[in-house]
């Protein structure tokens, strides 16, 4: 069975930076894009970005283009989420999932709770 | 304000028929499949139907999804107690170049 597994839930401060992380098992990153997904806490799910692990390209919703980035290391089947500067807005639950190429999203990590406090 | 738009809540007695709309634009459902996705309390989403009506392995056949024009729904029937969870639409949008969500619906099973 293909899982992602995400790094565990976050603290951190205003200002701070942080990167979170989503393994695959098996190929899961081979032939798939990874998508990331971000949950603020009542709210909806709201698509931030997505990665070809083959050539690490992306594209970002503009809502979140030049606040996050997204990259794969590719050797260890992982993907990550980072932000060089967090702010309390960012206070959600991330998911990862696995997308096939603007189908579908159908494997998705359990998610990385980030708190940011000022 | 999300670019599809869901209900925010929905409701049925056990048994019941249960669906929830999900409407969009020319260059969302209107070019694209449509998927569906439940998110049980404190879980991660689950793929619930894509390519507009199919399952995944796995999933019971009480769920359907159909689409039309710039719509597309989801319907529940034999609603069950543990169907209790919010549901969201997802498309890929064309004119965006990404994907979008419906803004959720919350299901309750009366």
């Known amino acids: 069975e293909v899982q992602l597994v995400q790094s565990g839930a976050e603290v951190k401060k205003v200002g701070e930076s942080l990167r979170i992380s989503c393994k695959g098992s098996?190929?899961?990153?081979?032939?798939?894009?990874i998508s990331w997904v971000r949950q603020m806490p009542g709210k909806g799910l709201e698509w931030m970005g997505r990665i070809d692990p083959s050539d690490s390209y992306t594209n970002y919703s503009p809502t979140f283009q030049g606040h996050v980035t997204i990259s794969v290391d590719k050797s260890i089947s992982t993907a990550y989420l980072q932000w060089s500067s967090l702010k309390a807005s960012d206070t959600a639950i991330y998911y990862c999932?696995?997308?096939?190429?603007?189908?579908?999203?159908?494997?998705w990590g359990k998610g990385t709770t980030v708190t940011v406090s000022s | 304000q999300s670019v599809l738009t869901q209900p925010p809540s929905a409701s049925g007695t056990p048994g019941q028929r249960v669906t929830i709309s999900c409407s969009g634009s020319?260059?969302?459902?209107?070019?694209?499949?449509v998927n569906w996705y439940q998110r049980l309390p404190g879980t991660a989403p689950k793929l619930l139907i894509y390519?507009?009506?199919k399952r995944p392995s796995g999933v019971p056949d009480r769920f359907s999804g159909s689409k039309s024009g710039t719509s597309a729904s989801l319907a529940i029937s034999g609603l069950q107690s543990e169907d209790e969870a919010d549901y969201y639409c997802a498309t890929w949008d064309d004119s965006l170049n990404g994907w979008v969500f419906g803004g959720g619906t919350k299901l309750t099973a009366l």
């Open positions: 390519g507009n009506n």
């Open positions: 020319s260059s969302n459902i209107g070019s694209n499949p």
């Open positions: 999932s696995r997308e096939l190429g603007a189908i579908y999203m159908d494997v």
């Open positions: 098996e190929d899961s990153l081979a032939t798939y894009w």
